[in-house]
């Protein structure tokens, strides 16, 4: 497998522009997660999905930020106007329901944001 | 509130001197505990999972413990390419049946030859 999949891998942007990070989540994987890591705050969970559905957007820092799941293969998360306090990587996981399978989350290898 | 916290954040070790991460969470519906490696520029690289208090898991020269209220990470005669971020995480019981994964902020381990 491939594993979790992340576009663009690095990306800089003047504020007030659009960005919009993509995800291909592990198949087989029903929950999809958002995450932003900075150095003072570290691995944020944003949104997560569950099936395709949102199941809880209350990490999402406010309007400006939205995230969509229309099927099981891939995921957006937009910033619409970007911000310089946006710069951050952001890190999208999956995992399967199984619990067998461990519950354990795979991380893709991020995107990495500069908004200037 | 649910809080995940680590110590140290910062851990500067010599080659083969033996330390531990600590782990500890204030939290409701504990579901399970990970910890991860993560390596600059690179997305976390999952390590161990526990599930109750006692229970311990093994992997060459890390050893993960998991009490009621912490878990702890310990590193034997640790080597320069153990140097990383290691970030533990609590899978929680949420709402709805489904379960939240919150991370700790990290410790941040050198290894020095």
């Known amino acids: 497998d491939a594993g979790v999949i992340q576009s663009p891998r690095h990306e800089v942007t003047e504020m007030g522009q659009e960005v919009t990070l993509r995800c291909k989540p592990i198949?087989?994987?029903?929950?999809l997660f958002w995450y932003r890591q900075t150095m003072m705050r570290g691995l944020e969970l944003l949104i997560y999905f569950n099936n395709n559905v949102p199941i809880d957007d209350s990490g999402m820092p406010e309007d400006r930020f939205s995230a969509k799941m229309p099927n099981a293969s891939f995921s957006t998360l937009k910033i619409q106007p970007s911000e310089p306090r946006d710069s951050a990587v952001y890190f999208c996981a999956s995992r399967p329901s199984d619990i067998s399978s461990g519950n354990t989350i795979y991380f893709g290898e991020g995107s990495w944001l500069t908004v200037v | 509130e649910d809080q995940v916290t680590q110590s140290p954040e910062a851990l500067r070790l010599q080659e083969g001197e033996s330390s531990s991460l600590n782990c500890s969470y204030t939290v409701s519906g504990l579901r399970g505990l990970f910890w991860y490696r993560q390596d600059p520029g690179k997305g976390p690289e999952f390590l161990f999972t526990?599930?109750?208090a006692g229970e311990e898991k093994e992997k060459e020269r890390l050893k993960a413990t998991l009490t009621k209220k912490e878990s702890f990470l310990h590193i034997t005669a640790p080597k320069p390419e153990d140097s990383a971020t290691y970030l533990c995480a609590v899978v929680l019981r949420h709402s709805g049946g489904y379960q939240k994964v919150t991370f700790g902020i990290g410790t941040k381990l050198q290894v020095i030859p």
């Open positions: 198949s087989g994987h029903d929950y």
């Open positions: 526990l599930y109750s």
